[in-house]
């Protein structure tokens, strides 16, 4: 059925506008922090093996909902440019020339607030996932962890949470990116109308040319890695803050198991 003028204008305008700068902002779950525990042992003669697994776990129970609340939030995710969430960068070749469509930019915030939306929904249902990582560590991980440079705790938990926390923000955001904007546009058939037009042009004989790739990214998965990551990001902030500031450590058993690193 052949579309109305105004209708493809519309898709048009909200196809092009909704990938316009969102290719910039990603979160990011990379980072490195220093730590006093690198060159540290473990007194143990006055600190129980029990202490330093129950200190730790009070230590990364505090993190993990201190970190998560600040995402879940409104706007928790959006106001942050760290873990702000756009679409992949593979789009910026196709939007490089469209913000001078007229309510391009409005549309524009519109669209990237309703992914950040989802990933702060989503990040409101995932403490219980962290919850149960945590119950699950031994007395050995907790030395292990306690004891060791950087981000040790956090990288624990992406190995016992990434999957569960994947599906947990992949059903929100896959619902936030099939919401429709505009008529029956939504920032996934946006997405699959450019890409596909995209990669037209790509694998004609004047796009290898001049050396265009095609576009396959699965635009779910990729905003889900970046919610994910989000988290991280934000859990490993509250570690690093735990393990190098000793104004964060608010109970009697943090400044015991902490008192005895140098």
């Known amino acids: 059925m052949k579309k109305k003028p105004l209708q493809i204008s519309l898709i048009a305008m909200a196809c092009a506008a909704t990938s316009l700068a969102l290719t910039g902002c990603a979160a990011t779950s990379g980072g490195t922090s220093s730590s006093l525990l690198s060159k540290s042992k473990i007194a143990s003669a006055s600190l129980t093996q029990t202490e330093i697994a129950s200190g ?63 990933a702060s929904d989503a990040a409101s249902k995932a403490v219980p996932i962290f919850t149960t990582a945590l119950t699950s560590m031994t007395i050995s991980d907790a030395k292990t962890i306690l004891t060791s440079k950087g981000q040790a705790a956090t990288d624990y938990f992406k190995g016992k949470t990434k999957t569960p926390l994947k599906k947990l923000f992949g059903s929100y955001i896959d619902n936030s990116v099939k919401k429709k904007i505009i008529g029956d546009v939504s920032a996934q058939s946006c997405w699959n109308t450019m890409t596909s037009q995209w990669n037209e042009v790509a694998t004609s004989t004047v796009g290898k040319v001049a050396g265009f790739t095609t576009v396959k990214t699965d635009l779910t998965d990729y905003l889900t890695d970046k919610a994910v990551d989000g988290i991280y990001y934000k859990v490993g902030e509250q570690e690093k803050k735990i393990r190098t500031d000793t104004s964060a450590r608010t109970t009697a058993l943090l400044k015991k198991v902490f008192a005895h690193q140098s």
């Open 56 to 118: 730790l776990k009070e230590a990364l129970n505090i993190g993990i909902k201190t970190g998560i609340k600040t995402l879940a939030t409104n706007n928790g995710y959006y106001d942050d440019l760290a873990t702000r969430i756009g679409l992949p960068p593979e789009a910026q070749i196709i939007t490089k020339n469209v913000a001078k469509l007229p309510g391009g930019q409005a549309l524009v915030t519109k669209v990237v607030k309703n992914i950040n939306a989802a």
